[in-house]
């Protein structure tokens, strides 16, 4: 288990950045604690220890699937206010660039999460892990067990509809390098 306990070690983060999306960040560290348990119950079934990362966000995405469809996902924290405190270390994307007259990175913030709730639950999964828990394209695609390729046209029919619904809002905040596409 000393394997193990390294393998762990080195994708805590990761498995945390993943629950504090999936879950919200007040259950975070709770949703990855299970997951590190689940796989440490779970690691002599793994074959291929090459594949220890994918496996343990897996395990990570099924605990927080859990979670949300159980009693947990009726009272989920994430309808809560968010302080700003909570936002800065989940959300890659800075919401400093926020060019809506008026408007504030907390309100932005709390637009784009709106607006990422109302998506469908695949395209909400491939927004959150590779926004807010930083995977790539890859590495979702082996925590979820679906091709790159699907992730990629997952994202990018996300943004499409994240984009449409923050600019009704008139929230769509500006991404840095990418001025020509800025709706708003």
Do not use: K
């Not at 994918?54 to 302080?83: K, Y």
């Not at 590495?139 to 992730?151: N, W």
């Amino acid at each position: 288990m000393d394997e193990f306990a390294e393998v762990a070690r080195a994708h805590a983060d990761a498995v945390l950045r993943v629950a504090a999306a999936l879950v919200g960040p007040a259950d975070a560290e709770d949703a990855a604690q299970e997951a590190i348990l689940r796989g440490w119950q779970a690691w002599g079934q793994l074959r291929d220890r090459c594949s220890a990362r994918a496996w343990l966000l897996r395990i990570t995405v099924n605990v927080c699937h859990d979670w949300r469809r159980g009693p947990f996902g009726t009272h989920q924290r994430m309808t809560e206010p968010l302080s700003d405190s909570a936002l800065e270390p989940l959300a890659q994307p800075s919401m400093q660039d926020v060019t809506h007259p008026g408007a504030t990175a907390h309100a932005a913030a709390l637009d784009l999460r709106r607006a990422i709730e109302l998506l469908d639950e695949p395209m909400r999964l491939v927004v959150v892990l590779r926004y807010f828990a930083g995977l790539d394209a890859t590495e979702i695609g082996a925590a979820l067990g679906a091709p790159p390729a699907t992730i990629r046209t997952r994202l990018r029919r996300a943004l499409g509809l994240l984009r449409d619904a923050l600019a009704d809002s008139g929230e769509w905040p500006a991404v840095p390098g990418r001025e020509d596409e800025h709706v708003g």
